[in-house]
């Protein structure tokens, strides 16, 4: 294939590289389009802060505005502390030393993952309110009444942090658990034969090499705290995501719900650009290649006992207290609740989350693969935009959707009621298609992290060989690339289907009119004071959402000092 | 051999599109049925060179031709999967999820279903592998990994092929029978080869010409004995084997060495030149007779240390003060005579093996 040998004189200088720039340039223009694609969401989001929104933005910036930025504040101070201690401590204790359990709270740490913040929080609500069974015991033994005595109300801001807590930890475990292991054993001895105790050894040498892990995995724990929308809203706590909710379809003021959603992306800014900053100054480079299987400092006796209650605690608390009761719950409402109803539920949020994780890996692929062909600035930006929807809370793409998506609608039947007097109706808005393209934008950071990542084992002269057996670089994905990275393939479309089962704030915001999934189901149902009714559609996700938790116990129990852990944590911006 | 052209390279300069230059003006010939050896240290380009002909990096300047048909130039730019040369890669680059016979198939599944299966059977047998056909590439070992990718390589019978280091990943024991087992069936079959590596033992082995590299460009290019025999700088001198050296200062067509005056034609009076005597120049004279005829001159030299090396006896040797400084020079000598440690022996001078170099910027 000569290029353009019947005009030469239009490449007279050309290079070659110029030549084949030009002639697989269709990946960039498929990249680019892709990433804008994604990006409309928060442009469209970011664009109305120019829009004037009167008095209803001056009301809410008196009112409510303090309030949402107060408790979001305190949300971040507490939860980041939490899972700070929570994750780092328990890290520690499972790679650096020895006690009884250790290997089984290894992955059993991780379990709590499988609970959305707002299934916890239906629980500890329904076991500790005022008729929940630990009070009425209470009373019984005691033979108090209302007002006898004092109880501390779940349904409050420091509820809130201590369900989000329970909850997300296992992030900042996973990603300190895999530093400290990435840290060569001679390091620590060194600082021991220095003369430092096994603590101290940790404090000065450990911790500080871990520094930007930690940081990574507190700053995905505090987005997904920002992202939270079914625990605030049930406790009543006001923040962005409830008061973007609030106003939107109470208030009906969708030009100054985007503006909330702005302010909150302000949040999310500053919380990317603090992780990359501590991640920036703190690079460390690993000077010691040498591993070895740690040598855990053993902890006997107390000190042991001490060891599994503080391993023990979160993983009772957050995972087998809530599973054990949802389970009860459900074998005793499972009568009524388990019906054809049910089935269409779950069958609704099994074709949204199927199709989400079709579209999301299709597409990482298709981006990945660009940019191995050729890495561009263009495409390295593009990947970035199209991967940023991650930190972008569910409440702000849904609104960066509708916004555009109405206006299409709008136009659409503008356009065939002045043409052909037929008007199709919400074709996007109302249909799945605005809350799948929802899905994608906020999901695409999964698939793409771990797409790449499989890509970049697949060594670049595996290309080259086929090339030079005469395949075209579409051949090249279809018949090497895929077949090799089948398996990750479909780990990345797992990872988003769990999230996309699990996903509140969007779906209740962008699903078509009486579609209800299982995560809607048990939205209502709570909010119904239905907590028992709604455990089986909550247990549903939780069981779905252990998924990602095995395949993650899995690649932990494969890693070896020196491997990297395969973890979620990776999907961060 | 006939002097029939297969790849030509032309005025070929490269650059990264980082803006690093890698090749400026290179350019050489493989003959038809040749084995051409690109020698050099890493990072001088000869591997940006194989690349460059396969097309797996388009072309900065210059112009390449495969059997007649220019394949790249300023205005062309054939892509890698059109040139069709087989290229075998230094990690072998075997398709994992392929078994041997698929991976073999994988560049000839343009051909009838019959002559495909005729073809790879053909091809395991000449690299003596058909009983692994089912085998996926983990199962094998390194040097069988190495005869499939080769076989591979060369099933959609490519008007030339290049190799990447191929025997660099495989251990020491093992690099020698791949290699002699590679070449064999290479020249059997009369396959043009462009192979590069930065072993001299390697290229003077499989190489019919070697073209010694640096820095992006080419040093010298010749028969293996003309280069060992006749190095044309310093660079390419160094590359055969390490040498003693002295430098000094021309002085009516003689250089003083401390083997006294030798002849260094061609110089003006007064250049400054470095002189460059291999180990295997320095002749340790056991008895003290005379020297031989053709010596440049001889020393008397104490021997410091004594080290047999399997063929060869490898001998410092200590041979006092010169030009204000200490002389410490290396002897090899074929054979297995041990020369005592502490005593002083005569050394002659091979003319053979010694070699004077102007001094330039770049030695």
Redesign the interface.
């Known amino acids: ?5 019947s005009h ?1 004189g239009d ?7 110029a ?2 720039a030009r002639r697989i340039d269709g990946w960039s223009f498929l990249t680019v389009a892709i990433a804008s694609l994604v990006a409309v969401p928060v442009v469209v989001v970011a664009a109305h802060v120019l829009v004037p929104t009167g008095e209803i933005w001056a009301h809410l910036a008196e009112t409510l505005l303090p309030t949402y930025i107060a408790n979001s504040l305190w949300l971040m101070v507490g939860v980041g502390s939490g899972t700070l201690v929570i994750g780092v401590g328990t890290a520690w204790l499972v790679t650096m030393c020895r006690f009884p359990g250790r290997r089984i709270f290894e992955w059993a740490l991780l379990l709590p993952m499988a609970v959305p913040a707002y299934v916890i929080a239906y629980t500890y609500t329904g076991l500790l309110e005022f008729a929940g069974p630990v009070q009425e015991t209470l009373r019984s033994v005691t033979g108090w009444g209302r007002g006898d005595y004092w109880f501390p109300e779940i349904r409050s801001l420091p509820g809130a942090i201590a369900m989000l807590t329970l909850v997300l930890y296992p992030y900042v475990y996973l990603l300190s658990r895999a530093a400290f292991l990435e840290q060569s054993v001679c390091v620590l001895e060194v600082s021991r034969t220095l003369g430092r105790t096994p603590f101290q050894a940790f404090r000065s040498v450990a911790l500080p090499l871990a520094r930007p892990a930690v940081a990574t995995g507190v700053a995905l724990a505090l987005m997904e705290t920002l992202n939270d929308f079914g625990t605030v809203e049930y406790f009543a706590v006001d923040t962005f995501t409830t008061g973007i909710f609030r106003t939107w379809y109470g208030l009906g003021e969708p030009a100054a719900a985007a503006q909330l959603a702005a302010a909150l992306m302000v949040f999310i800014l500053v919380l990317v650009a603090m992780e990359r900053l501590s991640r920036g100054g703190g690079r460390i480079h690993h000077t010691s290649q040498r591993y070895r299987s740690l040598p855990r400092y053993p902890l006997a006796g107390m000190r042991g006992v001490i060891a599994v209650a503080a391993c023990a605690a979160p993983v009772l608390l957050g995972f087998l207290l809530p599973g054990g009761v949802l389970l009860a719950w459900a074998i005793e409402t499972a009568n009524e609740m388990v019906d054809a109803q049910f089935v269409s539920y779950a069958f609704n949020s099994f074709v949204l989350a199927t199709v989400a994780s079709l579209l999301a890996v299709a597409i990482a692929v298709l981006i990945a693969y660009g940019l191995r062909l050729r890495p561009s600035p263009v495409r390295t930006a593009a990947a970035r935009v199209a991967s940023m929807g991650y930190a972008v809370p569910g409440a702000v793409i849904a609104v960066g959707v509708l916004i555009p998506f109405a206006w299409l609608d709008g136009v659409v039947n503008d356009w065939t009621r002045a043409t052909i007097g037929m008007e199709p109706g919400l074709i996007l808005s109302g249909t799945i298609c605005a809350v799948t393209f929802a899905y994608v934008v906020r999901f695409l950071a999964v698939s793409f992290n771990a797409v790449e990542a499989s890509f970049a084992k697949i ?1 670049p ?2 290309d ?9 670089p579409m051949g090249i994905l279809t ?2 690339h895929l ?2 990275m089948g398996g990750s393939l479909l780990t990345a479309g797992l990872l988003v289907f769990v999230d996309v089962m699990k996903e509140l704030p969007a779906t209740l915001i962008l699903r078509p009119f009486n579609f209800d999934t299982l995560a809607i189901r048990t939205y209502q149902l709570a909010s119904d004071e239905r907590l028992a009714d709604a455990s089986s559609a909550a247990l549903a996700i939780v069981a779905v959402g252990i998924i990602p938790v095995v395949l993650l116990s899995i690649a932990i129990a494969r890693s070896r000092p020196g491997s990297r852990t395969v973890s979620r944590g990776s999907k961060g911006p | 051999m006939n002097r029939d052209p297969v790849l030509t390279l032309e005025h070929v300069s490269h650059t990264f599109e980082d803006g690093t230059k890698v090749l400026s003006d290179i350019g050489f010939t493989v003959s038809r049925g040749e084995i051409f050896c690109l020698l050099g240290p890493s990072g001088c380009g000869k591997t940006t060179t194989l690349r460059l002909a396969a097309g797996l990096e388009p072309l900065g300047q210059g112009r390449i031709t495969i059997d007649g048909v220019v394949v790249a130039d300023e205005t062309t730019d054939i892509a890698p999967e059109r040139r069709g040369v087989g290229f075998v890669f230094q990690d072998q680059a075997l398709f994992p999820h392929l078994n041997v016979r698929d991976n073999v198939a994988f560049g000839i599944e343009h051909l009838a279903q019959g002559e495909r299966e005729a073809r790879i059977r053909d091809m395991l047998a000449q690299v003596s592998m058909v009983e692994y056909a089912d085998a996926f590439p983990h199962r094998l070992s390194g040097g069988q990994q190495q005869r499939i990718a080769l076989a591979r390589a060369l099933a959609p019978d490519p008007p030339v092929l290049l190799l990447d280091e191929p025997f660099s990943g495989l251990d020491a024991r093992l690099r020698n029978t791949v290699r002699e087992d590679t070449m064999t069936i290479l020249k059997q079959r009369g396959t043009t080869t462009l192979i590069v590596t930065h072993d001299p033992e390697e290229a003077m082995y499989v190489g019919d010409t070697i073209a010694v590299m640096r820095d992006g460009g080419i040093a010298q290019v010749g028969a293996p004995g003309d280069l060992y025999c006749r190095p044309v700088t310093p660079f390419v001198t160094l590359i055969f084997s390490s040498a003693n050296q002295v430098r000094g200062i021309v002085e009516n067509g003689h250089v003083a060495t401390p083997f006294g005056p030798i002849a260094a034609e061609g110089f003006a009076h007064g250049a400054p030149v470095i002189v460059l005597m291999r180990p295997e120049a320095l002749l340790i004279d056991p008895q003290g007779g005379p020297p031989p005829a053709d010596s440049l001159g001889t020393a008397e030299g104490t021997v410091v240390n004594v080290r047999m090396l399997r063929r060869s006896v490898f001998t410092h040797m200590d041979f006092g003060e010169f030009n204000g400084e200490r002389i410490h020079f290396h002897a090899r000598n074929a054979g297995h005579f041990m020369p005592e440690e502490g005593r002083t022996y005569r050394v002659s001078l091979d003319p053979e093996q010694t070699f004077v170099f102007p001094i330039r910027d770049k030695g």
């Open positions: 294939m000569t290029t353009d040998a030469p490449l007279r200088g050309a290079s070659a590289r030549n084949r060594t002269h595996l080259d060989a086929a090339r030079c057996l005469g395949k075209r018949r090497v077949p090799i």
